[in-house]
């Protein structure tokens, strides 16, 4: 197991918090803490070249991420699995339902009836699709830099290609439900690495989920960015998951600093 260092920036948008593996970057899980005191990096060049790793690639989820959280993933959980299962299940589970992985397990008929009711809130999610702030600046500055963006979402395809259509801006590759294995799997993270030629320490991964998200980037060996606008995962029923993000911004439009801040982007 590396040896690890904790790094702190500020910017005017917010605090910026980087854990930077001395050596080479692996799927290590260390527990996730709850937010604790920051303070400033170093103005010191050598401190900061020190903490600099060459990035080629950022990865996004996409609900809750690039565009703004619209489905009521509670609701949708609760007509999927009826009042009283959603009630066991949520408590056995208080950090979050993983409802692709139980339907799995389910009969191909109840498992057809529960994936039409999530593709019924899917589509309402599309009908109210709006890009989240701050996603086309970052992505005007990465491909200044021609740093590489892909997407990985547990959606369908048909979300991805509206997304795509509405934002004006192409993810590739952008890997969707039907891919077969989704987050908090990493093999669609490292699949786009492949498919990029790049190591996953080159990569990192950005999403507001950090059983999904940062558990998928974590595995893959990449740095990881939790989107937490809320202060949702404050709570202490997310230090079960043993997940900790390398960054955790509280808005979209940060992590163009902390990229420009943290990273080596001379692709």
């Not at 920036?9 to 803490?33: E, N, V």
């Not at 600046?137 to 509405?166: M, P, Q, W």
């Not at 799997?185 to 030629?197: K, R």
Request: charged share 25%.
């Amino acid at each position: 197991m590396g040896i690890t260092r904790l790094l702190s920036t500020s910017t005017s948008r917010g605090w910026f918090k980087f854990r930077a593996p001395i050596h080479t970057h692996t799927t290590l899980s260390p527990r996730f803490h709850l937010p604790h005191r920051s303070f400033p990096m170093l103005n010191s060049s050598s401190a900061v070249s020190a903490s600099r790793r060459r990035l080629r690639g950022v990865v996004f989820d996409m609900d809750g991420t690039l565009t703004v959280p619209v489905i009521d993933f509670a609701a949708m959980y609760q007509s999927v699995l009826g009042d009283e299962e959603y009630v066991r299940i949520k408590a056995l589970n208080p950090s979050g339902i993983d409802i692709l992985h139980i339907i799995q397990s389910w009969a191909p008929e109840k498992q057809r009836r529960a994936y039409e009711v999530i593709a019924d809130f899917e589509r309402q999610g599309i009908d109210r699709l709006q890009i989240m702030p701050g996603a086309a600046e970052l992505c005007t500055f990465l491909d200044s830099k021609n740093i590489r963006r892909g997407l990985i979402t547990r959606n369908v395809k048909e979300a991805v290609d509206i997304f795509h259509e509405r934002f004006g801006w192409t993810f590739q590759p952008a890997l969707s439900r039907e891919f077969g294995s989704y987050k908090p799997n990493p093999a669609p993270l490292l699949h786009i690495c492949s498919s990029w030629d790049v190591l996953p320490n080159e990569v990192i991964m950005i999403g507001d989920s950090l059983r999904d998200d940062v558990g998928c980037g974590k595995g893959a060996g990449a740095f990881t960015c939790l989107l937490d606008q809320t202060g949702r995962y404050n709570s202490e029923h997310f230090t079960k998951l043993d997940l900790e993000p390398d960054f955790k911004v509280s808005a979209l439009g940060e992590v163009l600093h902390l990229l420009d801040a943290n990273f080596d982007l001379t692709a």
